[in-house]
């Protein structure tokens, strides 16, 4: 190992996304179904409109708006809507920053309150795995607790102690995801309880990221909760995974450490030109929201028939799944079949993550694990 580089990265494994799409070459065959991106790529209309955008709008040569500010505005005024805020309790653009896609955010969370401290986060596993990778890149110490293994809802009392610990390096950030993934369901009225109850020094991070697909949302609890910030992102339901675009919302005050602390002209111009478009066209773009929901449930009730797969109800775009004792394939087995079949899902958590496709895609999800498990010879 090269004696400069941080013995904690070289021991840390590093997040592996699938291989994408590359600009020119022939569209891979594979179902891919492991990134809960939307099943549905922007509409041909609104691709031609961000063209002419890009040619008539957009000065390649010149830095984009490091502001942010026409599209804090939009975003507010969707936020606003969406969660059914009076005009009296609206929130404001001051109160939203933006970001390289959530991950930045994160970051920008992590430097703002931990780096440099002693100072530790705490999250309930399984959950999304970019909180404990971003925390150990910048050496802050991950307090993990567990969950419920039929529910998965957060063991409170084990976060409760973790909160409480007589340590010295205090909890400072509580993140949770709502609803969570990989496991889909939202945050229970106890959970939220908790978290109202958490001391003010304890920044709460609400993950919101599949909030067009829950419809449950806890914006309109900011104002009595300045210690707590919300994420979302314009990657699931608003179907510009490519784009990177996501937001932070919480006190004015956080907002401007997390501006402080994120890099300038951190979004450029073509994603923050794609992210006004799809807000100016929302009600289309999120009118596929109530089909994906009907192919959850089919799919669900496919995969329900396969005696080998337990699977759990989801809030989200995607469906969570164990493989049953009886099944004598392992998950990584399973995984590489599904491939040469032509799927791809994800292993995490302890189980496999199903972003939901679209009919024919979760036809043949079902198909091919239907025949892979049932093909599976179990002794007597």
Not at 81 to 99: D, K, N, V, Y
Not at 319 to 331: D, G, I
Not at 337 to 360: A, C, M, Q, S, V
């Amino acid at each position: 190992m090269l004696s400069f580089i941080r013995p904690a990265i070289a021991q840390l494994n590093a997040y592996k996304p699938h291989p994408g799409s590359i600009i020119g070459s022939h569209p891979q065959t594979l179902d891919r179904l492991d990134t809960n991106e939307s099943t549905h790529d922007l509409p041909e209309e609104l691709k031609q409109k961000l063209g002419e955008l890009y040619i008539y709008s957009l000065e390649a040569n010149r830095y984009p708006d490091g502001s942010h500010q026409e599209l804090k505005e939009a975003i507010a005024e969707y936020v606003n809507e969406s969660a059914q805020i009076s005009p009296e309790t609206a929130l404001f653009p001051a109160q939203i920053c933006l970001g390289n896609g959530s991950d930045e955010l994160i970051r920008s969370i992590l430097m703002a309150t931990c780096l440099g401290e002693r100072a530790a986060i705490l999250a309930a596993n399984p959950t999304f795995s970019m909180y404990g990778i971003l925390a150990k890149t910048l050496g802050i110490p991950v307090v993990t607790v567990n969950r419920n293994p039929q529910t998965f809802e957060t063991n409170l009392e084990a976060a409760q102690k973790g909160v409480k610990s007589d340590t010295s390096v205090p909890i400072r950030v509580v993140f949770m995801v709502h609803p969570n993934s990989p496991t889909g369901n939202p945050l229970t009225p106890q959970e939220i309880e908790w978290l109202k109850e958490l001391p003010p020094e304890i920044l709460v991070v609400i993950d919101e990221a599949y909030f067009e697909f829950s419809q449950h949302t806890l914006v309109s609890e900011l104002g009595q909760h300045p210690n707590w910030v919300i994420l979302r992102t314009f990657s699931k339901a608003f179907q510009l995974a490519s784009h990177r675009v996501g937001y932070a919302v919480g006190h004015p005050e956080l907002i401007e450490a997390l501006e402080k602390v994120r890099l300038p002209y951190n979004l450029p111009t073509f994603s923050q030109l794609a992210a006004l478009l799809v807000l100016q066209n929302r009600q289309p773009i999120l009118s596929s929201v109530g089909s994906l929901l009907e192919e959850r449930k089919y799919l669900k009730e496919q995969l329900n028939q396969i005696s080998q797969l337990t699977v759990w109800p989801s809030a989200g775009n995607f469906l969570y799944a164990r493989l049953n004792p009886s099944s004598h394939l392992t998950y990584e087995t399973l995984g590489d079949r599904l491939k040469t079949l032509g799927t791809l899902i994800r292993h995490t958590g302890g189980g496999l993550r199903i972003t939901i496709g679209n009919p024919d895609e979760n036809k043949r999800t079902y198909q091919r694990l239907h025949s892979l498990l049932d093909s599976v010879s179990i002794p007597n």
